[in-house]
């Protein structure tokens, strides 16, 4: 039998709002002789869900057939599942299981008028504790100029370049796509990359669209070599227009492997305007880091922090994992002694999600993760101490299978938010997207979401449909703007 595991059988709505609920309380789905089995039905007036443990049957729930009457099901299922690991019925985030917690209390502060409205329904409706409700509502003050409800919004966009490659694999991490050392056909994703960007370029220019924010991201960008870097970071500055190294536009570059950064790549991100980058230690600690398959060294991220300071004049982030293996509340304290010393304008604090397809899912490192309890002092200490030093959380989300009641906060010194992570993260901006793997939303209010288009994740297969690809984003964006 595999503990914390659950299948589930039946209607896919049902199914949907089962695994948030069942990622809620710590469980990850397994086919093979699972711990819990989850079997729903429907009807035209009702869905059932009946839950079996070790074979035995435990519970029925049923819930009316609408999206509310899910949501109920989902809620006692919670209840269940947490009451039989020891846990009290709710956590912190009482019922709300989502990924955007934030995006639902802009939806509440929309729809019942005020800030103070979306609390009390937080609180009432979704059990939501009130340290939860004042980091929501601390957030959701700060993003608020960005999301409201604007008129003009309709041709802001913003866009997003993915990398598919990295020079190692993370073991926590289920990054889909290859090494870069293995794939053979770099020249043609380079070519076909600047090719997406130009058809968003004549996309920009005909529906006379205004750009808002430029993040390059994967993977890794930098594990191009600094030729094909340089080729791709150029090709979408193009988008700005032609003032780029005047223009002020927030252009990030995720660099966050400091083994890949070298003095040419940042040169030629300031040629072309970016401003801000990313430098990811993960962990402060060179036996941590090689534990989870990072390749680099904690002395690494310091020499290229120094240089980046000495030589430009780019805003940074610094991204760090609470829950790592072999981690303990100390390493974190000497992380956050780090921070506190270098004071880069923003960082970001994630708790470890176990990711289907990632190799610690898969047992590498596993049975040394930090307990539950262990790794909330590690987030709760962060924010303390971030906090003293002057930080504010800007952004919030959760992941689906994060196993605390913990969620990933993006900090920043007042003044420098990344606007960009603001909205990508609320989804009231349409972003467009370049690149294998990526997404385009269309977004328009009130609902938010009207269109999107996928790229597909596999690098050659992008390469291979790529004039069918942009020929279906050419008919989305007039549907969207024309339509
Ligand atoms: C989309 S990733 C890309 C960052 C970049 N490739 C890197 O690793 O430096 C952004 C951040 O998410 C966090 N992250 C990735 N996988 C995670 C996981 N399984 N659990 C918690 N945080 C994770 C890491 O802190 C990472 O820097
Ligand atoms: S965490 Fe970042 S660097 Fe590591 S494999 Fe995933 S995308 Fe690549």
């Known amino acids: 039998m595999n503990k914390l595991t659950y299948s589930y059988s039946g209607p896919l709505p049902l199914g949907s709002v089962v695994a948030h609920y069942c990622g809620a309380a710590g469980l990850t789905t397994y086919k093979e002789n699972p711990m819990w089995r989850l079997a729903g039905q429907e009807d035209e007036h009702q869905y059932v869900l009946s839950v079996y443990r070790d074979g035995q049957f435990i519970a029925i729930f049923t819930g009316a057939h609408t999206n509310e009457g899910r949501l109920q099901i989902g809620g006692q299922l919670l209840r269940l599942l947490r009451t039989h690991r020891g846990l009290p019925p709710l956590g912190d985030w009482g019922t709300l299981v989502g990924v955007r917690p934030t995006k639902l209390f802009h939806k509440l502060w929309d729809k019942l008028g005020s800030a103070e409205a979306a609390v009390d329904c937080l609180r009432q409706q979704y059990e939501v504790t009130e340290p939860k409700i004042d980091l929501l509502q601390q957030v959701a003050t700060l993003q608020r100029p960005y999301v409201a409800p604007n008129a003009k919004a309709d041709r802001m966009v913003s866009v997003y370049g993915g990398i598919p490659f990295c020079q190692t694999h993370c073991t926590y991490c289920s990054f889909p796509y290859g090494l870069i050392q293995d794939y053979k056909r770099v020249p043609q994703f380079v070519e076909a990359f600047v090719k997406d960007s130009q058809h968003l370029q004549r996309v920009i220019a005909e529906y006379e669209l205004q750009l808002s924010t430029l993040y390059l991201g994967g993977g890794t960008p930098t594990s191009l ?254 549907q969207f703007w024309e339509g």
């Open 225 to 478: 070599s600094d030729a094909d870097f340089e080729t791709i970071v150029s090709s979408l500055a193009e988008l700005q227009g032609p003032n780029v190294t005047t223009n002020a536009l927030e252009f990030t570059v995720e660099a966050g492997r400091p083994d890949s950064v070298t003095p040419h790549k940042l040169r030629a991100m300031e040629r072309v305007g970016v401003n801000r980058i990313s430098i990811n230690p993960q962990s402060m600690h060179d036996f941590i880091l090689k534990a989870i398959g990072r390749g680099h060294t904690a002395k690494a991220i310091r020499d290229l922090y120094r240089y980046v300071r000495q030589h430009t004049s780019f805003q940074v982030n610094m991204d760090f994992i609470a829950g790592l293996p072999y981690q303990t509340e100390g390493h974190m304290i000497e992380n956050m002694d780090y921070i506190c010393q270098a004071m880069p304008e923003n960082v970001t604090i994630h708790t470890l999600a176990l990711k289907r397809g990632s190799p610690l899912y898969e047992g590498v490192g596993r049975e040394a993760m930090p307990e539950e309890q262990a790794v909330e002092a590690m987030v709760a200490y962060c924010k303390g101490r971030l906090e003293a030093a002057g930080y504010v959380p800007y952004y919030v989300y959760r992941q689906q299978y994060m196993t605390s009641q913990t969620e990933n906060i993006g900090y920043t010194l007042p003044g420098h938010v990344c606007e960009y992570n603001i909205r990508i993260m609320e989804e009231r901006q349409s972003i467009l997207s370049v690149g294998p793997g990526s997404s385009s939303k269309w977004m328009r209010a009130p609902e938010y979401r009207q269109l999107q288009q996928h790229m597909p994740k596999d690098v050659s297969v992008y390469i291979d449909t790529l004039d069918t690809l942009l020929g279906k984003r050419s008919q989305l964006c007039k």
